[in-house]
């Protein structure tokens, strides 16, 4: 029922062109990670710029260097949204950053989660889960915003959400708005705090208690830690979801984006262009490789 050319790229028209943005809001989410608004300089480039669900851009900070980040939205003004962890050099310079910095952004990159798959043909009804570690729902987030739009399109969706500790749950405030829009919400934690009434333990444990009615029709995304990930898909197709209907998105160091520089390479795929979006069977036996 599915079929990879969903996952096409779509591609920037000059991928070494960085274009000046700045930022323009700054909402603290978890712990060490905050969403950043993006406003290009140009009003024209602004109006052009499009993207899909689970593409990224790369985004510089003058002086310290360039990082791949997803696109996790878009604000009600049409500004580019960017949910980052500081784990380092680059992403550590936007922790320290405010309103009004300026930075260099080029993109979009990579693949998109497929769904066109899950509208293009109204008589065939997907059941859609989406399961998400920790950050791994930024990239995910425009397919939560997308299936609530298009609520009447599929049949069930649910989303799993797994978290070190309550109080890094990203968009947690937003839970009860994407339920409210038909979005089951299921959340995990692996350590409670003396307020937690919910799930504790890791969020595959989620997936084995989910009912899936109709696996052969159930399409699903992950995106978190490799291991999670790992899990997810293991247990995904162990309750009979086809291989061909897992999607998962992968990270790597990386430099180029576009399939130059070998960074991101996994056996003959490149992270950058070929994903970070993948249907599961395109990089399942790389994924067997220690290291890889
Ligand atoms: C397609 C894609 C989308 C991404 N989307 C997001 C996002 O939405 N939000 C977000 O916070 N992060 C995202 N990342 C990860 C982000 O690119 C890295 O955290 C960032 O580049 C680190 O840069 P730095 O200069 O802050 O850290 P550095 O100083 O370069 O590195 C700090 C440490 O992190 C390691 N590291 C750096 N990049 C990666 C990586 N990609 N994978 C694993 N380890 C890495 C380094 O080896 C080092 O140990 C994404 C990565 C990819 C490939």
Partial sequence: MSDSSV???????????THQVKISRIVD??????????????ADLARAFQFSAGQFNM?????????????????????????????????????????????????PFGSRWPLELLYRDSAVRWNVVI????????????????????????????????ARTPSDLLYASQYP???????????????ADDAWRGHVGVVTLALDRLAIPAPESTLLMTCGPEVMMRY????????????SNVY????????????????????????????AVFQYDRVAEFLRVPEL
Avoid at 7 to 17: A, F, G, H, Y
Avoid at 182 to 187: C, E, I
Wanted: aromatic share 4%.
């Fill in 7 to 17: 996952l096409q790229s779509i591609r920037s028209e000059d991928p070494w062109q």
């Fill in 29 to 42: 989410e978890t712990p060490g990670v905050k969403t950043y608004d993006l406003e290009f300089a140009s």
């Fill in 59 to 107: 985004l510089y900070v003058p002086g310290v260097g360039e990082s791949a980040i997803s696109i996790s939205g878009q604000s009600e003004r049409g500004l580019l949204r960017h949910t980052i962890r500081s784990v380092g050099a680059v992403t550590g310079a936007l922790d320290q950053g405010s309103v009004g910095m300026s930075l260099g952004l080029r993109g």
């Fill in 131 to 162: 399961v998400a570690g920790g950050i791994g729902l930024a990239p995910l987030r425009s397919v939560v915003t997308s299936l609530m739009q298009h609520r009447d399109r599929v049949d069930r969706v649910d989303l799993l959400m797994g």
């Fill in 177 to 191: 708005l994407w339920s409210d829009h038909g979005v089951n919400v299921q959340t995990t934690v692996d350590r």
């Fill in 232 to 243: 997810v898909v293991q247990v995904a197709i162990g309750r009979g979801i086809p291989v």
């Fill in 248 to 275: 998962l998105a992968l990270e790597r160091n990386m430099n180029c984006a576009v399939g130059f520089c070998g960074h991101c390479q996994l056996g003959p795929q490149f992270i950058c262009k070929d994903g």
